[in-house]
């Protein structure tokens, strides 16, 4: 493994770690209400509320300002201008809580408006106004979450990756306390205050490092310092590109909407499951292997790169390409067993797999995609990947638009996975042509081999699923992913994929030298 590599290796344990926490109490979570709401139009109107405060914060304090702050930020650790950066930081903290608690408040005065006749003008008038309660009170978590955000920017620039990764995990856990014990007294409003309360604690465990590295406050907005400049500049195309993403939520929202706000629980159920390998995999490494790519390009080293890059995305294909086959395969009894029981049921497992079917055939390009964008942002181009995912978000919505009518809901998902592969093939081109080569060869083979070796892979398990069916769900969903994990290893070594050599080499020096 080249050094950039062995670097990105080190940094992804630790975030992967606290990724499977973070994932698995977000499963906790969403079994907790699951079991409270099922598939309910009271869930589809939490559901709902949450547009709006995620579009304020998408677009302007989340993915765009990380990708355009850490590499700006990085830049100024490069040169030993510590001072600098955090004045840098200083600022963006200060013109985030002007923007977004001026919005905020905005968007608590229009809430019902905003409900009525944009996010979800197909719910009865009892669900509009539910949403637009439960969205005022969510909007309090937008600002916080904006200061988190940049928190989080700051401690992975200096490769501190642990308490960011957790952050997630104590928002998670807020929420599910206060399903647990609020529920049957205050409803889906108890899902509400779970929600500002995680985004505090969010924000809270971020401190005590920030604090530790010598953190510097400046009162002022200094919009004339030309790195906050410069971070405007990088973060105005992404978050256009992520303006389009979000409007993409937004006309998907609207159309599930008229088919009943039950439907957008089932759509929101299949996409945190298409999720969860996508964040254990692809988003931990992705975290990981920004800052080192921000570091690579800053200092020239564009050899490196090329090799971190092509190491990088060979490892996330091998692990999500088998993560999509089997997603699809065992989709059912994965549901059953996760979310079958109280009022979950039958119906609500049917009308989730129906989903899930076709966002688990884009789970390997959403983790492609979280890589190749890393390498663009590290480039301090925002422009492409926006310029890109602006094209195929609006190829998505006219294919939601076209198979809404003859799928229902599925549509959106299927649009959704198209969209996505397309997104990542054109991105993968572009960053090829720029890099003047990607090891083409190394990953052709690499994904003929992963992608084989899923087929098999794929046919146990779902041969194992239909003999252990009479022994319950839990024992089916186990059986078939130990024996299916199983096969796919011991094809993809007979295939010789070198990731498993690498993957195992490493792993085997890390338990040595942890234990000497």
């Not at 309910?40 to 709902?48: I, K, M, N, Q, V």
């Not at 390009?297 to 993560?323: K, N």
């Not at 070796?453 to 009479?470: K, T, Y």
Request: proline letters at 4%; one cysteine or more.
């Amino acid at each position: 493994m080249s050094s950039g590599s062995k670097q990105i290796a080190r940094a992804a344990a630790v975030v992967m770690g606290a990724f499977v926490l973070s994932r698995a109490l977000g499963l906790a979570r969403e079994v907790i209400i699951g079991s409270q709401f099922g598939t309910s139009g009271e869930l589809g109107a939490y559901l709902a509320a949450f547009r709006i405060p995620d579009i304020l914060f998408q677009v302007v304090a989340g993915g765009a300002l990380g990708s355009a702050f850490i590499p700006t930020f990085t830049s100024h650790l490069a040169r030993h201008d510590e001072a600098g950066g955090w004045r840098l930081a200083s600022a963006i903290i200060n013109l985030l809580l002007l923007i977004l608690t001026g919005l905020a408040v905005l968007g608590v005065i229009f809430a019902l408006p905003l409900v009525k006749y944009v996010v979800a003008p197909g719910f009865d008038p009892a669900k509009q106004a539910l949403t637009a309660e439960l969205m005022r009170y969510m909007l309090v978590s937008t600002v916080v979450f904006g200061l988190s955000g940049v928190a989080m920017g700051i401690l992975n620039a200096y490769q501190h990756f642990l308490l960011p990764a957790l952050a997630p995990a104590l928002y998670n856990l807020s929420i599910i306390v206060c399903a647990l014990l609020f529920a049957r007294s205050m409803g889906v409003r108890s899902l509400a205050m779970g929600v500002v309360a995680g985004a505090f604690l969010h924000l809270a465990v971020q401190l005590p490092q920030l604090l530790r590295l010598g953190a510097r406050y400046t009162p002022a907005l200094d919009w004339r310092n030309p790195s906050v400049r410069e971070v405007g500049r990088l973060m105005l195309p992404r978050t256009i590109g992520l303006g389009v993403v979000q409007l993409n939520f937004l006309v998907n929202t609207i159309l599930a909407s008229h088919l009943g706000a039950s439907t957008l629980a089932a759509l929101n159920y299949a996409w945190l499951l298409m999720l969860l390998p996508q964040g254990i995999v692809a988003q931990s490494i992705a975290t990981a292997a920004f800052p080192t790519f921000s570091h690579l390009i800053a200092r020239g080293q564009m050899d490196e790169m090329r090799r971190a890059l092509s190491a990088t995305l060979r490892t996330v294909f091998y692990i999500s390409i088998p993560a999509s086959f089997g997603l699809y395969v065992l989709r059912v009894p994965v549901i059953q067993a996760l979310f079958q029981r109280g009022a979950f049921d039958i119906g609500s497992t049917e009308a989730v797999a129906a989903a899930l079917q076709f966002y688990a055939m884009g789970l390997f390009a959403h983790a492609g995609v979280e890589i190749v964008t890393r390498a663009f942002y590290a480039m301090h181009d925002t422009a492409t990947p926006v310029l890109v995912g602006a094209g195929t978000m609006a190829t998505n919505i006219a294919l939601s638009l076209l198979l809404i009518g003859p799928m229902g809901y599925p549509g959106l998902a299927l649009s959704n996975s198209l969209a996505t592969i397309a997104e990542m093939l054109l991105l993968l081109c572009i960053v090829r042509k720029r890099l003047a080569g990607l090891g083409d060869r190394e990953i052709g083979l690499s994904v003929a081999r992963v992608f084989l070796a899923s087929l098999g892979m794929a046919w146990a398990a779902w041969r194992l699923s239909h003999l252990l069916e009479p022994r319950g769900f839990f024992t089916q969903v186990a059986g078939s992913i130990v024996a299916a994990s199983t096969v796919y290893l011991v094809l993809t070594i007979i295939l010789g994929s070198s990731e498993v050599r690498t993957l195992w080499g490493w792993t085997a020096r890390r338990f040595f030298s942890a234990h000497h």
